[in-house]
């Protein structure tokens, strides 16, 4: 599925000038990319992802999804929806059913399926997200851990069964554990399900292991839309934009910089740890 934003520009009027959010912003999306957005806070990031399903139109410019443009007057928007699943930062929030699965059947009872149906779908999202079907469907999701709580509202969303799926800072609270079982479930969802993903997140550890393409915003402007590694071997610019580099990123620079001529757009531990003990095998032969 093609999504096109052509010349999208958007100005929130929130005071007598009004607030530009975004600026003649052209972007393609294919399918099965796995794209991490970042950029600091007031760049734009969720204003152009709340977008690309129609919750915000543009002040000026087209979205278009699979040929349709979004943006007209007489669009059905539960389509598009249907088709791009939107998981907003903290979506606990918005749990509201008196059990889990009223919660996660809710989406897939509005586009009318049968009750069997239903279930089935409520079914595979729980098991994807790591929950036990007969365990959790008749709990209150207010009873849950905040971690449970997470899972049970992107089950939710999953339960659409999307083509494509958006996440908005959704490991934002999490320990440690929860943190690496959320990647997990994205790169099942992407290698396993040949969803789109596109991640939001101030997390570089997880933009540079799991996408294979970032994109960088900054005052409603892309500076950046390349590679993980052509990106993030832009240091003095992204530090510039007030971003990190990745935790490993910034230590192989670092060694660059004392004369260990290492690789910088190595993004695992592993490799890491390989191509610094090859360069300290190679040195001391020398």
């Given at each position: 599925?093609?999504?096109?934003?052509?010349?999208?520009?958007?100005?929130?009027d929130?005071?007598?000038?009004?607030?530009?959010?975004?600026k003649?912003?052209?972007?393609?999306?294919s399918?099965?990319?796995?794209i991490?957005?970042?950029?600091?806070?007031?760049?734009?990031?969720s204003?152009?992802?709340q977008?690309?399903?129609?919750?915000?139109?543009?002040?000026s410019?087209?979205?278009?999804?699979?040929g349709?443009?979004?943006?007209?007057?007489?669009?059905?928007l539960?389509?598009?929806?249907r088709?791009?699943?939107?998981?907003?930062?903290?979506p606990?929030?918005?749990?509201?059913?008196?059990?889990v699965?009223?919660?996660v059947?809710?989406?897939?009872?509005?586009?009318?399926?049968?009750?069997e149906?239903?279930?089935?779908?409520?079914?595979?999202?729980?098991?994807?997200?790591?929950?036990?079907?007969?365990?959790?469907?008749?709990?209150?999701?207010?009873?849950?851990?905040g971690?449970?709580?997470?899972?049970?509202?992107?089950?939710?969303v999953?339960?659409?069964?999307?083509?494509?799926?958006?996440?908005?800072?959704?490991?934002?609270?999490?320990?440690?554990?929860g943190?690496?079982?959320?990647?997990?479930?994205?790169?099942?969802?992407?290698?396993?399900?040949g969803?789109?993903?596109?991640?939001?997140?101030?997390?570089?550890e997880?933009?540079?292991?799991?996408?294979?393409?970032?994109?960088v915003?900054?005052?409603?402007?892309?500076?950046?839309d390349d590679?993980?590694?052509?990106?993030?071997?832009?240091?003095?610019?992204i530090?510039?934009?007030?971003l990190?580099?990745?935790?490993?990123?910034e230590i192989?620079w670092r060694?660059?910089g004392k004369?260990?001529?290492?690789?910088?757009?190595?993004?695992?531990?592993?490799?890491?740890?390989?191509?610094?003990?090859?360069?300290?095998?190679?040195?001391?032969?020398?």
């Amino acid at each position: 599925m093609l999504i096109e934003l052509k010349n999208v520009s958007h100005i929130y009027d929130d005071d007598l000038k009004g607030t530009e959010a975004l600026k003649d912003i052209n972007l393609r999306i294919s399918d099965q990319e796995f794209i991490g957005l970042v950029g600091h806070t007031g760049s734009g990031k969720s204003t152009l992802v709340q977008m690309l399903n129609g919750l915000i139109k543009p002040s000026s410019g087209s979205v278009i999804i699979d040929g349709v443009n979004i943006t007209g007057e007489k669009t059905s928007l539960l389509g598009i929806r249907r088709k791009i699943g939107l998981v907003f930062q903290y979506p606990e929030h918005q749990l509201f059913e008196e059990t889990v699965y009223g919660d996660v059947a809710f989406g897939p009872r509005n586009l009318g399926l049968s009750e069997e149906e239903v279930e089935l779908r409520v079914k595979e999202a729980l098991e994807l997200v790591g929950l036990d079907y007969e365990e959790f469907k008749d709990r209150s999701p207010f009873n849950l851990s905040g971690g449970q709580q997470r899972k049970v509202a992107i089950a939710g969303v999953l339960a659409m069964k999307p083509e494509v799926l958006i996440l908005d800072e959704p490991s934002a609270g999490l320990d440690p554990q929860g943190r690496q079982q959320l990647i997990s479930l994205l790169e099942y969802l992407y290698n396993n399900k040949g969803m789109t993903i596109i991640l939001v997140s101030h997390r570089m550890e997880e933009i540079a292991r799991l996408s294979n393409r970032v994109i960088v915003m900054s005052e409603g402007e892309i500076v950046f839309d390349d590679s993980p590694a052509r990106v993030f071997s832009e240091v003095e610019k992204i530090r510039e934009l007030g971003l990190d580099l990745p935790e490993i990123t910034e230590i192989l620079w670092r060694l660059n910089g004392k004369g260990l001529r290492v690789r910088t757009d190595i993004f695992s531990l592993a490799e890491a740890v390989e191509e610094i003990s090859r360069e300290l095998r190679g040195s001391s032969k020398c």
